[in-house]
Protein backbone atom coordinates (compact mmCIF):
# COMPACT_ATOMS: atom_id res chain seq x y z
CA UNK A 1 0.00 0.00 0.00
CA UNK A 2 1.20 3.71 -1.14
CA UNK A 3 1.37 6.55 1.39
CA UNK A 4 2.60 10.20 1.38
CA UNK A 5 6.44 9.15 1.43
CA UNK A 6 6.21 6.96 -1.36
CA UNK A 7 6.95 3.89 0.53
CA UNK A 8 4.93 0.85 0.35
CA UNK A 9 2.91 -0.01 3.92
CA UNK A 10 2.79 -3.37 4.89
CA UNK A 11 -0.94 -4.99 5.97
CA UNK A 12 -1.15 -8.85 7.64
CA UNK A 13 -3.98 -10.75 6.19
CA UNK A 14 -5.85 -11.23 9.51
CA UNK A 15 -9.54 -11.88 9.90
CA UNK A 16 -10.45 -7.75 8.65
CA UNK A 17 -8.43 -8.38 5.25
CA UNK A 18 -10.13 -12.19 4.59
CA UNK A 19 -13.77 -9.98 4.91
CA UNK A 20 -12.54 -7.87 2.33
CA UNK A 21 -10.84 -10.55 0.21
CA UNK A 22 -14.33 -12.83 0.32
CA UNK A 23 -16.84 -9.46 -0.65
CA UNK A 24 -17.56 -7.94 2.25
CA UNK A 25 -17.64 -4.33 2.71
CA UNK A 26 -16.15 -2.99 6.16
CA UNK A 27 -17.17 0.39 7.91
CA UNK A 28 -15.07 3.54 7.26
CA UNK A 29 -14.11 3.20 11.00
CA UNK A 30 -13.16 -0.12 10.99
CA UNK A 31 -10.96 0.50 7.38
CA UNK A 32 -9.28 3.18 9.21
CA UNK A 33 -8.59 1.29 12.56
CA UNK A 34 -6.91 -1.37 10.46
CA UNK A 35 -4.58 0.43 8.40
CA UNK A 36 -3.52 2.70 11.57
CA UNK A 37 -2.32 -0.96 12.60
CA UNK A 38 -1.44 -1.49 9.11
CA UNK A 39 1.03 1.93 9.25
CA UNK A 40 2.50 0.76 12.68
CA UNK A 41 3.65 -1.73 11.40
CA UNK A 42 7.02 -2.25 9.17
CA UNK A 43 6.20 -5.23 7.20
CA UNK A 44 4.78 -6.66 4.30
CA UNK A 45 2.35 -9.82 4.33
CA UNK A 46 -0.56 -9.56 1.77
CA UNK A 47 -2.00 -13.00 0.45
CA UNK A 48 -4.18 -11.86 -2.18
CA UNK A 49 -3.29 -13.35 -5.24
CA UNK A 50 -4.86 -14.77 -8.60
CA UNK A 51 -7.08 -18.42 -8.29
CA UNK A 52 -5.10 -19.81 -9.92
CA UNK A 53 -1.76 -19.98 -8.02
CA UNK A 54 -3.83 -19.78 -4.44
CA UNK A 55 -5.60 -23.25 -5.76
CA UNK A 56 -2.31 -24.79 -6.37
CA UNK A 57 -0.47 -23.67 -3.18
CA UNK A 58 -3.87 -24.60 -1.30
CA UNK A 59 -2.91 -28.06 -0.06
CA UNK A 60 0.41 -26.09 2.09
CA UNK A 61 -2.33 -23.57 3.61
CA UNK A 62 -3.17 -24.10 7.00
CA UNK A 63 -6.67 -24.62 8.02
CA UNK A 64 -8.52 -22.04 8.69
CA UNK A 65 -11.31 -23.93 9.52
CA UNK A 66 -11.68 -26.86 11.62
CA UNK A 67 -14.72 -29.64 11.09
CA UNK A 68 -15.45 -31.94 13.90
CA UNK A 69 -17.90 -35.18 13.51
CA UNK A 70 -18.69 -36.79 17.02
CA UNK A 71 -19.90 -40.10 16.67
CA UNK A 72 -21.10 -42.61 19.24
CA UNK A 73 -22.10 -45.81 18.00
CA UNK A 74 -23.61 -44.53 14.66
CA UNK A 75 -23.17 -46.93 11.52
CA UNK A 76 -26.42 -47.10 10.50
CA UNK A 77 -25.81 -43.46 9.43
CA UNK A 78 -22.83 -41.63 9.65
CA UNK A 79 -21.96 -42.36 6.16
CA UNK A 80 -25.17 -40.79 4.80
CA UNK A 81 -24.12 -38.17 7.23
CA UNK A 82 -20.26 -37.93 5.83
CA UNK A 83 -21.73 -37.66 2.29
CA UNK A 84 -23.77 -34.76 3.35
CA UNK A 85 -21.26 -32.85 4.37
CA UNK A 86 -18.82 -33.27 1.84
CA UNK A 87 -21.45 -31.97 -0.48
CA UNK A 88 -21.36 -28.84 1.21
CA UNK A 89 -20.50 -25.97 -0.86
CA UNK A 90 -18.07 -24.98 2.04
CA UNK A 91 -14.93 -26.39 0.34
CA UNK A 92 -15.84 -25.09 -3.38
CA UNK A 93 -15.34 -21.73 -2.06
CA UNK A 94 -12.16 -22.26 0.24
CA UNK A 95 -11.29 -23.77 -3.01
CA UNK A 96 -11.70 -20.68 -5.37
CA UNK A 97 -10.11 -18.90 -2.61
CA UNK A 98 -6.61 -21.42 -2.15
CA UNK A 99 -7.76 -21.81 1.28
CA UNK A 100 -8.50 -24.79 3.52
CA UNK A 101 -9.95 -26.62 6.08
CA UNK A 102 -9.61 -29.88 8.23
CA UNK A 103 -12.64 -32.25 8.70
CA UNK A 104 -12.09 -34.57 11.69
CA UNK A 105 -14.83 -37.83 12.83
CA UNK A 106 -14.42 -38.35 16.23
CA UNK A 107 -15.69 -41.34 17.15
CA UNK A 108 -16.10 -41.99 20.99
CA UNK A 109 -16.44 -45.22 22.99
CA UNK A 110 -17.98 -46.84 19.49
CA UNK A 111 -17.90 -50.75 20.09
CA UNK A 112 -19.52 -51.04 16.11
CA UNK A 113 -18.28 -50.00 12.68
CA UNK A 114 -18.70 -46.22 13.18
CA UNK A 115 -14.64 -46.05 12.82
CA UNK A 116 -14.16 -48.07 9.67
CA UNK A 117 -16.88 -46.47 7.83
CA UNK A 118 -16.03 -43.37 9.14
CA UNK A 119 -12.16 -43.72 7.04
CA UNK A 120 -13.47 -45.44 4.14
CA UNK A 121 -16.09 -42.50 3.22
CA UNK A 122 -12.70 -40.20 3.95
CA UNK A 123 -10.73 -42.06 1.40
CA UNK A 124 -13.01 -41.87 -1.22
CA UNK A 125 -13.75 -38.28 -0.85
CA UNK A 126 -9.58 -37.58 -0.92
CA UNK A 127 -9.57 -39.33 -4.01
CA UNK A 128 -13.03 -38.28 -5.66
CA UNK A 129 -13.87 -35.04 -4.61
CA UNK A 130 -13.69 -32.23 -7.05
CA UNK A 131 -12.54 -29.87 -4.33
CA UNK A 132 -10.42 -32.04 -2.52
CA UNK A 133 -7.53 -29.80 -2.53
CA UNK A 134 -9.70 -27.24 -0.23
CA UNK A 135 -9.52 -30.06 2.94
CA UNK A 136 -8.08 -32.77 4.70
CA UNK A 137 -9.62 -35.54 6.51
CA UNK A 138 -9.20 -37.77 9.06
CA UNK A 139 -10.63 -40.26 12.08
CA UNK A 140 -9.44 -39.63 15.48
CA UNK A 141 -10.67 -42.58 17.57
CA UNK A 142 -11.52 -41.83 20.79
CA UNK A 143 -11.81 -45.00 23.63
CA UNK A 144 -13.65 -42.42 26.22
CA UNK A 145 -17.32 -42.12 25.32
CA UNK A 146 -18.73 -38.75 25.80
CA UNK A 147 -19.82 -35.88 24.53
CA UNK A 148 -17.71 -33.29 26.94
CA UNK A 149 -14.73 -35.01 26.89
CA UNK A 150 -15.06 -35.21 23.11
CA UNK A 151 -16.08 -31.91 22.44
CA UNK A 152 -12.38 -30.74 24.77
CA UNK A 153 -10.48 -33.45 22.94
CA UNK A 154 -11.10 -31.53 19.83
CA UNK A 155 -10.88 -28.13 20.94
CA UNK A 156 -7.81 -28.25 22.93
CA UNK A 157 -5.75 -31.35 21.14
CA UNK A 158 -7.33 -32.36 17.81
CA UNK A 159 -8.21 -29.38 15.84
CA UNK A 160 -5.28 -27.00 14.33
CA UNK A 161 -3.52 -24.63 16.14
CA UNK A 162 -4.01 -21.95 13.63
CA UNK A 163 -7.89 -22.72 13.08
CA UNK A 164 -10.03 -19.43 13.60
CA UNK A 165 -13.41 -21.05 13.70
CA UNK A 166 -14.16 -24.42 15.05
CA UNK A 167 -17.71 -26.25 13.28
CA UNK A 168 -19.32 -29.03 15.88
CA UNK A 169 -21.50 -31.05 14.56
CA UNK A 170 -23.42 -34.43 15.35
CA UNK A 171 -23.37 -37.60 13.28
CA UNK A 172 -26.91 -38.25 12.58
CA UNK A 173 -27.91 -35.43 10.59
CA UNK A 174 -28.32 -34.07 7.04
CA UNK A 175 -27.93 -31.12 4.95
CA UNK A 176 -30.73 -29.45 3.49
CA UNK A 177 -29.05 -26.99 1.67
CA UNK A 178 -25.56 -26.63 -0.03
CA UNK A 179 -24.86 -23.35 1.61
CA UNK A 180 -25.35 -23.95 5.04
CA UNK A 181 -21.74 -24.28 6.80
CA UNK A 182 -20.50 -21.44 4.39
CA UNK A 183 -23.43 -18.90 5.42
CA UNK A 184 -22.42 -20.09 9.09
CA UNK A 185 -18.81 -19.25 8.14
CA UNK A 186 -19.88 -16.30 6.52
CA UNK A 187 -22.06 -14.81 9.02
CA UNK A 188 -19.38 -14.93 11.90
CA UNK A 189 -16.83 -13.25 9.45
CA UNK A 190 -19.28 -10.22 8.63
CA UNK A 191 -20.67 -9.99 12.24
CA UNK A 192 -17.29 -9.14 14.52
CA UNK A 193 -19.67 -8.79 17.76
CA UNK A 194 -20.62 -12.68 16.96
CA UNK A 195 -19.04 -15.38 18.80
CA UNK A 196 -21.08 -18.62 17.61
CA UNK A 197 -23.42 -19.11 14.41
CA UNK A 198 -25.81 -21.29 14.26
CA UNK A 199 -28.31 -22.92 11.73
CA UNK A 200 -32.10 -23.53 11.49
CA UNK A 201 -32.48 -27.13 12.91
CA UNK A 202 -35.44 -28.50 10.94
CA UNK A 203 -37.46 -32.14 12.01
CA UNK A 204 -37.84 -34.68 9.62
CA UNK A 205 -41.64 -34.83 10.22
CA UNK A 206 -41.99 -31.45 8.79
CA UNK A 207 -41.06 -33.04 5.65
CA UNK A 208 -44.19 -35.87 5.37
CA UNK A 209 -46.95 -34.72 3.34
CA UNK A 210 -49.38 -36.55 6.10
CA UNK A 211 -48.60 -35.76 9.48
CA UNK A 212 -49.64 -37.39 12.75
CA UNK A 213 -51.25 -35.10 15.59
CA UNK A 214 -47.59 -36.35 17.24
CA UNK A 215 -45.93 -34.53 14.67
CA UNK A 216 -48.17 -31.45 14.50
CA UNK A 217 -47.69 -31.31 18.67
CA UNK A 218 -43.79 -31.78 18.19
CA UNK A 219 -43.51 -29.10 15.16
CA UNK A 220 -45.19 -26.69 17.74
CA UNK A 221 -42.81 -26.82 19.90
CA UNK A 222 -40.24 -26.19 17.50
CA UNK A 223 -41.26 -23.43 16.68
CA UNK A 224 -42.29 -22.16 19.83
CA UNK A 225 -38.24 -23.18 21.30
CA UNK A 226 -36.73 -20.85 17.91
CA UNK A 227 -38.86 -17.84 19.20
CA UNK A 228 -35.97 -17.23 21.81
CA UNK A 229 -33.36 -15.02 20.70
CA UNK A 230 -29.81 -16.39 20.53
CA UNK A 231 -30.62 -19.50 20.05
CA UNK A 232 -28.39 -22.83 19.20
CA UNK A 233 -28.53 -26.24 18.85
CA UNK A 234 -25.95 -28.41 19.81
CA UNK A 235 -26.55 -30.66 16.86
CA UNK A 236 -24.39 -28.06 14.76
CA UNK A 237 -22.09 -24.65 15.42
CA UNK A 238 -19.72 -22.72 14.48
CA UNK A 239 -17.93 -21.22 17.27
CA UNK A 240 -14.63 -18.56 16.97
CA UNK A 241 -11.52 -20.64 18.21
CA UNK A 242 -10.49 -18.15 20.71
CA UNK A 243 -13.33 -18.36 22.59
CA UNK A 244 -13.89 -22.33 22.59
CA UNK A 245 -10.07 -22.49 23.92
CA UNK A 246 -11.08 -20.56 26.55
CA UNK A 247 -13.92 -23.21 27.61
CA UNK A 248 -13.50 -26.58 29.35
CA UNK A 249 -16.60 -28.50 29.67
CA UNK A 250 -16.59 -30.78 33.12
CA UNK A 251 -17.03 -34.72 32.75
CA UNK A 252 -20.93 -34.21 34.54
CA UNK A 253 -21.81 -31.49 32.58
CA UNK A 254 -25.23 -32.73 31.06
CA UNK A 255 -26.07 -30.05 28.15
CA UNK A 256 -23.40 -28.31 26.57
CA UNK A 257 -24.93 -25.65 24.18
CA UNK A 258 -26.81 -24.56 27.40
CA UNK A 259 -23.85 -24.39 29.24
CA UNK A 260 -21.58 -22.44 26.29
CA UNK A 261 -25.03 -20.47 25.55
CA UNK A 262 -24.89 -18.61 28.70
CA UNK A 263 -21.04 -18.10 29.04
CA UNK A 264 -20.43 -16.87 25.42
CA UNK A 265 -23.60 -14.49 26.09
CA UNK A 266 -22.36 -12.99 28.95
CA UNK A 267 -18.84 -12.88 27.76
CA UNK A 268 -17.93 -15.46 30.47
CA UNK A 269 -19.77 -13.78 33.00
CA UNK A 270 -18.83 -10.08 33.02
CA UNK A 271 -21.89 -8.12 31.23
CA UNK A 272 -25.57 -8.55 31.00
CA UNK A 273 -26.58 -10.92 28.93
CA UNK A 274 -26.10 -10.05 25.20
CA UNK A 275 -27.97 -13.12 22.62
CA UNK A 276 -26.83 -10.91 19.48
CA UNK A 277 -23.57 -12.52 20.05
CA UNK A 278 -25.16 -15.66 19.00
CA UNK A 279 -26.01 -15.35 15.19
CA UNK A 280 -28.67 -17.16 12.91
CA UNK A 281 -27.20 -17.40 9.66
CA UNK A 282 -29.99 -16.84 6.92
CA UNK A 283 -30.25 -19.87 4.13
CA UNK A 284 -28.54 -22.10 6.72
CA UNK A 285 -30.38 -25.42 7.79
CA UNK A 286 -30.30 -29.48 8.37
CA UNK A 287 -32.65 -31.72 9.04
CA UNK A 288 -32.61 -33.60 12.00
CA UNK A 289 -35.14 -36.92 13.60
CA UNK A 290 -37.65 -35.77 15.85
CA UNK A 291 -38.94 -37.33 18.72
CA UNK A 292 -41.91 -38.92 18.60
CA UNK A 293 -42.72 -41.40 20.14
CA UNK A 294 -43.97 -41.60 24.20
CA UNK A 295 -40.93 -43.27 25.59
CA UNK A 296 -38.66 -41.34 23.60
CA UNK A 297 -39.98 -37.89 24.17
CA UNK A 298 -40.08 -38.96 27.70
CA UNK A 299 -36.20 -39.95 28.02
CA UNK A 300 -35.52 -36.74 26.06
CA UNK A 301 -37.13 -34.87 28.41
CA UNK A 302 -35.35 -36.00 31.61
CA UNK A 303 -32.28 -35.53 29.94
CA UNK A 304 -32.74 -31.67 29.14
CA UNK A 305 -34.24 -31.66 32.62
CA UNK A 306 -30.94 -33.61 34.43
CA UNK A 307 -28.94 -31.04 31.82
CA UNK A 308 -30.86 -27.52 32.53
CA UNK A 309 -30.61 -28.62 36.25
CA UNK A 310 -26.59 -28.87 35.85
CA UNK A 311 -26.25 -25.88 33.82
CA UNK A 312 -27.93 -23.53 36.34
CA UNK A 313 -25.84 -24.82 39.10
CA UNK A 314 -23.09 -24.58 37.21
CA UNK A 315 -23.92 -21.05 36.11
CA UNK A 316 -24.45 -19.91 39.53
CA UNK A 317 -21.57 -21.35 40.74
CA UNK A 318 -19.11 -19.86 38.70
CA UNK A 319 -20.51 -15.85 38.91
CA UNK A 320 -19.03 -16.47 42.70
CA UNK A 321 -15.40 -16.88 41.12
CA UNK A 322 -12.66 -14.03 40.76
CA UNK A 323 -12.88 -12.53 37.20
CA UNK A 324 -9.51 -13.82 36.62
CA UNK A 325 -10.89 -17.25 37.24
CA UNK A 326 -14.23 -16.50 34.91
CA UNK A 327 -12.06 -14.77 31.99
CA UNK A 328 -10.01 -18.51 31.40
CA UNK A 329 -12.70 -21.01 32.38
CA UNK A 330 -10.59 -23.82 30.92
CA UNK A 331 -7.89 -23.77 32.84
CA UNK A 332 -10.39 -23.29 35.81
CA UNK A 333 -12.58 -25.66 35.17
CA UNK A 334 -9.84 -28.22 34.16
CA UNK A 335 -7.94 -27.75 37.74
CA UNK A 336 -11.24 -28.30 39.34
CA UNK A 337 -11.82 -31.22 37.82
CA UNK A 338 -8.34 -32.90 38.19
CA UNK A 339 -8.51 -31.70 41.59
CA UNK A 340 -11.95 -33.12 42.37
CA UNK A 341 -13.71 -35.10 39.59
CA UNK A 342 -17.39 -35.53 41.81
CA UNK A 343 -17.25 -31.62 41.91
CA UNK A 344 -20.39 -30.62 40.03
CA UNK A 345 -22.22 -33.94 41.61
CA UNK A 346 -21.27 -32.15 44.99
CA UNK A 347 -22.77 -28.96 43.86
CA UNK A 348 -26.00 -30.55 42.89
CA UNK A 349 -26.29 -32.34 45.96
CA UNK A 350 -26.25 -28.89 47.52
CA UNK A 351 -28.97 -27.39 44.91
CA UNK A 352 -31.12 -30.28 46.12
CA UNK A 353 -30.66 -29.74 49.54
CA UNK A 354 -31.82 -25.88 48.96
CA UNK A 355 -34.50 -26.60 46.58
CA UNK A 356 -36.45 -29.17 48.37
CA UNK A 357 -39.24 -29.85 45.17
CA UNK A 358 -38.53 -31.55 42.22
CA UNK A 359 -40.69 -28.11 40.44
CA UNK A 360 -37.66 -26.28 41.87
CA UNK A 361 -34.84 -27.96 40.31
CA UNK A 362 -34.13 -24.77 37.82
CA UNK A 363 -35.59 -21.38 37.58
CA UNK A 364 -38.80 -21.11 35.28
CA UNK A 365 -39.09 -24.98 35.44
CA UNK A 366 -43.14 -24.16 35.70
CA UNK A 367 -43.52 -21.34 33.80
CA UNK A 368 -40.84 -21.68 30.26
CA UNK A 369 -43.26 -23.74 28.06
CA UNK A 370 -46.08 -21.06 29.51
CA UNK A 371 -43.45 -17.69 28.52
CA UNK A 372 -42.79 -19.47 25.22
CA UNK A 373 -46.32 -19.68 24.28
CA UNK A 374 -47.28 -16.39 25.10
CA UNK A 375 -45.15 -15.01 22.16
CA UNK A 376 -46.88 -16.66 20.13
CA UNK A 377 -49.10 -14.26 17.99
CA UNK A 378 -52.36 -13.93 16.80
CA UNK A 379 -54.05 -17.70 15.93
CA UNK A 380 -50.57 -19.37 16.76
CA UNK A 381 -51.25 -19.10 20.48
CA UNK A 382 -54.69 -20.77 20.09
CA UNK A 383 -53.54 -23.65 17.80
CA UNK A 384 -49.88 -23.87 19.66
CA UNK A 385 -52.54 -24.10 23.03
CA UNK A 386 -52.41 -28.26 22.88
CA UNK A 387 -48.68 -28.22 22.52
CA UNK A 388 -47.96 -26.10 25.00
CA UNK A 389 -50.16 -28.31 27.73
CA UNK A 390 -48.76 -31.19 26.57
CA UNK A 391 -45.11 -30.19 26.97
CA UNK A 392 -46.40 -28.82 30.43
CA UNK A 393 -47.47 -32.35 31.54
CA UNK A 394 -43.95 -33.90 29.91
CA UNK A 395 -41.51 -31.65 31.74
CA UNK A 396 -43.50 -31.79 35.01
CA UNK A 397 -42.96 -35.67 34.65
CA UNK A 398 -39.18 -35.36 33.91
CA UNK A 399 -38.93 -32.97 36.57
CA UNK A 400 -39.79 -35.99 38.97
CA UNK A 401 -37.82 -38.47 37.07
CA UNK A 402 -34.57 -36.30 36.93
CA UNK A 403 -35.47 -35.57 40.51
CA UNK A 404 -35.08 -39.37 41.83
CA UNK A 405 -32.18 -39.36 39.35
CA UNK A 406 -30.17 -36.78 41.40
CA UNK A 407 -31.42 -38.15 44.50
CA UNK A 408 -29.85 -41.53 43.66
CA UNK A 409 -26.75 -39.97 43.08
CA UNK A 410 -26.47 -40.33 39.73
CA UNK A 411 -25.84 -37.57 36.89
CA UNK A 412 -24.67 -39.17 33.69
CA UNK A 413 -28.24 -39.81 31.41
CA UNK A 414 -27.67 -39.67 27.61
CA UNK A 415 -30.19 -41.90 26.44
CA UNK A 416 -29.16 -43.55 22.68
CA UNK A 417 -32.23 -43.01 19.94
CA UNK A 418 -33.16 -44.85 17.45
CA UNK A 419 -32.64 -43.07 13.88
CA UNK A 420 -34.13 -45.87 11.67
CA UNK A 421 -36.08 -42.47 10.14
CA UNK A 422 -33.30 -40.10 8.78
CA UNK A 423 -31.68 -43.61 7.79
CA UNK A 424 -34.16 -43.94 5.63
CA UNK A 425 -34.75 -40.31 4.71
CA UNK A 426 -31.10 -40.32 3.54
CA UNK A 427 -31.48 -43.39 0.95
CA UNK A 428 -35.15 -42.67 -0.03
CA UNK A 429 -35.00 -39.10 -0.56
CA UNK A 430 -32.41 -38.49 -3.22
CA UNK A 431 -33.44 -34.71 -3.70
CA UNK A 432 -33.16 -34.16 0.39
CA UNK A 433 -30.24 -31.44 -0.77
CA UNK A 434 -32.89 -29.37 -2.43
CA UNK A 435 -35.46 -28.76 0.20
CA UNK A 436 -36.21 -25.60 1.47
CA UNK A 437 -39.12 -26.30 3.79
CA UNK A 438 -38.60 -24.94 7.18
CA UNK A 439 -40.28 -26.00 10.19
Known sequence: MMVTDGSLIPIQLTAFARRVAWGFSPGAREVFTYLAWGCRKSRLILEIDSTNTMTNNAQTKRPQISIAVRAWNEEAVIRRTLESLFGQSLFQELSARGECCEVLCIPNGCTDRTTEIAAAVFAEQEELHPFANAFSASVRDIREAGRNHTWNAFVHSLSSPEAEFLFLMDSDILFNRRETL????????DNSGAQI??????????????KSWRDRISLATSEMNGATQGQMTGQLYCIRAGIARRLYLPNDLGIDDGFIKAIVCSDFFSNQLNPSRIVVAQDASHVYEA???????LRNQKRQMIGQTIVHVLIEYLKTLPLRQRTNLADTLRRKEQANPEWVARLVGEHLQRVHYFWRLFPNALSFRFKRWWRMRGLKRLTHLPATLVGFVMTMIACTQAFRHFKRGKMHFWPKAARENIRNLATDKPGLAQTTQTS
Do not use: C, N, W
Open 197 to 210: ASDQPIKDVSLKPI
Open 291 to 297: YTSTGEL
Open 182 to 189: FHMYRALL
